[in-house]
């Protein structure tokens, strides 16, 4: 089982960038998604995150209107499309998956405690 974050790298400030949290050896469509960010010296927070079932998504505020959230599960991937990015958006972001479901929708949570399974992230920095 594996969980993999990629896509991040060097951009300057209102630019973009696409990251990828792709899950090998079990279906991420059955699981809520987050994706969490942490700078160096800070705390990790939560970035956003994805229902199972449904594509419903919640964004913490300083990102909302700017990154969006989604899934394609053809490909047991998760995205985040990030744009407008800011000096402040540079972290190691890294993706987690929470409850499951097989059937029944569940609504996702932006705390980090209802997560359990946690990929290597992948850094973004936002520089000019």
């Known amino acids: 089982f594996q969980l993999q974050a990629s896509g991040g790298g060097l951009v300057q400030p209102g630019g973009s960038l696409r990251l990828s949290c792709a899950a090998s050896?079990?279906?991420?469509?059955?699981?809520?998604v987050g994706w969490f960010r942490q700078a160096p010296g800070k705390e990790r927070e939560a970035v956003s995150c994805?229902?199972?079932?449904?594509?419903?998504?919640k964004y913490v505020a300083s990102v909302k209107g700017r990154f969006t959230m989604t899934r394609d599960n053809d490909e047991n991937t998760v995205y985040l499309e990030m744009n407008s990015l800011k000096p402040e958006d540079s972290a190691v972001y890294s993706c987690?998956?929470?409850?499951?479901?097989?059937?029944?929708?569940?609504?996702?949570?932006?705390?980090?405690?209802?997560?359990?399974?946690w990929g290597q992230g992948t850094q973004v920095t936002v520089s000019s």
């Open positions: 994805i229902d199972v079932r449904t594509t419903s998504t």
């Open positions: 050896g079990f279906t991420l469509e059955y699981y809520t």
């Open positions: 987690a998956t929470g409850h499951f479901s097989l059937a029944s929708s569940i609504e996702c949570s932006l705390s980090e405690d209802e997560y359990s399974y």
